[in-house]
C-alpha cells in the first residue's frame, strides 16, 4: 500500500511562512487528485487545498490568497506554500488522495502559528 508521508510543520510567528510537503512511498505516485486537509482538536478535519478530479485548483476562503498547492510528479511529491500565517491556522495538516476507492492520509504535521 502506498503511503503518504507530511513534514515542514513547525512553529512560526504570524506573519510567517512555512512549506509543507507530502511524498508518497511510490516513486511511480502521481498527485493527481489529492489535497491538503488540517483539523484543530474538537473539531472536523477540514479542506484547505486540493486538486479536484476536474482539474481544478480549490481552495477554503480562509487560506485564499495566502496559501498555495502544488505538486512535483516527478519525485511524488505535493507540496503546501503558506505565507502570511495567522494563529488561526493553528492545526494538524494532512495530506489526502484517492487510492482504488480508498482515501489515503498521512500522520499529520503540526503548524503552530504564535501571534
Known amino acids: 500500500q502506498v503511503q503518504l508521508v507530511e513534514s515542514g510543520g513547525g512553529a512560526v510567528q504570524a506573519g510567517g511562512s512555512l512549506r509543507l510537503s507530502c511524498a508518497a512511498s511510490?516513486?511511480?505516485?502521481?498527485?493527481?487528485?489529492a489535497g491538503w486537509y488540517r483539523q484543530v482538536p474538537g473539531n472536523q478535519r477540514e479542506l484547505v487545498a486540493r486538486?479536484?478530479?476536474?482539474?481544478?485548483?480549490d481552495y477554503a476562503d480562509a487560506v485564499k490568497g495566502r496559501f498555495t498547492i502544488s505538486r512535483d510528479n516527478t519525485k511524488s511529491t505535493m507540496y503546501l506554500q503558506m505565507n502570511s500565517l495567522i494563529p488561526e491556522d493553528t492545526a494538524v495538516y494532512y495530506c489526502?488522495?484517492?487510492?482504488?476507492?480508498?482515501?489515503?492520509w498521512g500522520q499529520g504535521t503540526q503548524v503552530t502559528v504564535a501571534s
Open positions: 486538486f479536484s478530479d476536474n482539474g481544478s485548483v
Open positions: 489526502n488522495a484517492p487510492w482504488f476507492g480508498q482515501s489515503l
Open positions: 511510490q516513486s511511480t505516485w502521481r498527485f493527481n487528485i
